[in-house]
């Protein structure tokens, strides 16, 4: 059974930073790009950042580039989001996913239905 637990989010205040944290189970790690998406109140959900099988490359929606960085730890299983500088307009809810096509990079920011996180709710407000 997969298995996806988000955890790190919050309430920060405008420019502070918050680091995510996606921990995988139950699914060969190395064979999955993993990836980030969030929706905000009344919004559809949208892609953040995605990063490759073994971390290689990584992608980032423009909104977030340069503020926000994608690791992941194979040994531990997990995939990270970095958030820096944070804006009143990053408040949404979290989520991670899995993604084991060959071409995931060329579908962005489409992504697989098969493998996704509960959420966690990142709010910045002051």
């Known amino acids: 059974q997969v298995q996806l637990v988000e955890s790190g989010g919050g309430l920060v205040q405008p420019g502070g930073s918050l680091r995510l944290s996606c921990a995988a189970s139950?699914?060969?790690?190395?064979?999955?790009?993993m990836g980030w998406f969030r929706q905000a109140p009344g919004k559809v959900r949208e892609f953040v950042a995605a990063?490759?099988?073994?971390?290689?490359?990584?992608y980032y929606a423009d909104s977030v580039k340069g503020r926000f960085t994608i690791s992941r730890d194979s040994a531990k299983n997990t995939v990270y989001l970095q958030m820096n500088s944070l804006k009143v307009e990053d408040t949404a809810v979290y989520y991670c996913?899995?993604?084991?096509?060959?071409?995931?990079?060329?579908?962005?920011?489409?992504?697989?239905?098969?493998?996704w996180g509960q959420g966690t709710q990142v709010t910045v407000s002051s």
């Open positions: 990063i490759s099988r073994l971390g290689f490359n990584t």
């Open positions: 139950g699914l060969t790690f190395s064979s999955y790009a």
């Open positions: 996913a899995a993604d084991n096509r060959p071409n995931f990079a060329k579908l962005l920011p489409s992504w697989s239905d098969d493998f």
